[in-house]
């Protein structure tokens, strides 16, 4: 089992079968504390990978916040895709993007995300540069309707198929709240078999939510 504060150590080596795993270091250290609420800071990566006329993925709608982001990013001439399993959850989006007159760059997908590379057309395999998963339950929602380790991890595994060579993928869990213990475990042990970079971004307590960034460099 990895220990994960020490995998998320400035500068320290991390070998996972005697593979170098790489590490994301941008001059701070792997393992933060943050004040900054962490779907800010998702935003704030995300941006660095996102340029006018790409293509981005938000797994997980909701209210619409991460995929508004996203078809900012993206400019006029790119495209996001969002998919959520709650028709509530992609009204709200689609009223968001209304509003900010950014609905045309955006295809809402009614459909679990486990079954993105069987929906999305074959041309966005490799190709998407950034994609957002923002785990739990739709704020203001049916606190029942959570993301579950059964369809999470079927689509993380898709979204790195999907994952361009230079692109980022945002994981952002909950483990505070029913339900989340269980796949933020699950999580953690996919991400051990994974050949991805990962950097990891902590909140302040056990129970906080916690970022995951991930690539394949
Ligand atoms: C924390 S919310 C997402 C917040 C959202 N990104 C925003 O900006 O408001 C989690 C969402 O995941 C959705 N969800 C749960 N299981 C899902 C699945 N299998 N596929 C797609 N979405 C799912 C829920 O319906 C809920 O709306």
Redesign the pocket.
């Known amino acids: 089992m990895l220990s994960w504060p020490g995998l998320c150590r400035e500068g320290e080596a991390v070998y996972r079968g005697g593979r170098a795993l790489p590490l994301f270091t941008e001059g701070h250290s792997g393992l933060m504390h943050n004040s900054r609420p962490l779907t800010e800071q998702a935003h704030r990566y995300l941006a660095r990978y996102l340029q006018s006329g790409d293509w981005a993925l ?10 508004l982001f996203l078809a900012e990013q993206v400019g006029p001439n790119g495209h996001v895709w969002a ?4 028709a509530v ?1 992609l009204e709200s989006t689609a009223q968001r993007l209304r509003a900010a007159g950014l609905e045309e760059r955006v295809t809402l997908i009614q459909a ?3 079954r993105m590379l069987a929906i999305l057309p074959q041309v966005v395999i490799g190709r998407i540069k950034a994609i ?1 998963f ?6 203001g ?1 049916d606190k029942r ?4 380790p059964e ?1 999470t991890l079927p ?1 993380l595994t898709a979204a790195c198929r999907l994952l361009h060579p230079e692109g980022l993928i945002s994981l952002l869990v909950y483990p505070g709240h029913p339900g989340g213990a269980k796949e933020y475990q699950a999580i953690l042990a996919w991400l051990e078999g994974a050949r991805l970079g990962i950097k990891r971004i902590d909140g302040c307590t056990d129970q906080s939510p916690v970022l995951f960034l991930l690539s394949h460099h």
Request: hydrophobic share 30%; no cysteine.
């Open positions: 938000d797994a997980t709608a909701g209210n619409g916040h991460d995929t998919f959520d399993i709650q959850a679990s995300h486990a957002q923002n785990l739990g339950y739709r704020p929602g309707l959570i993301t579950r369809t689509a």
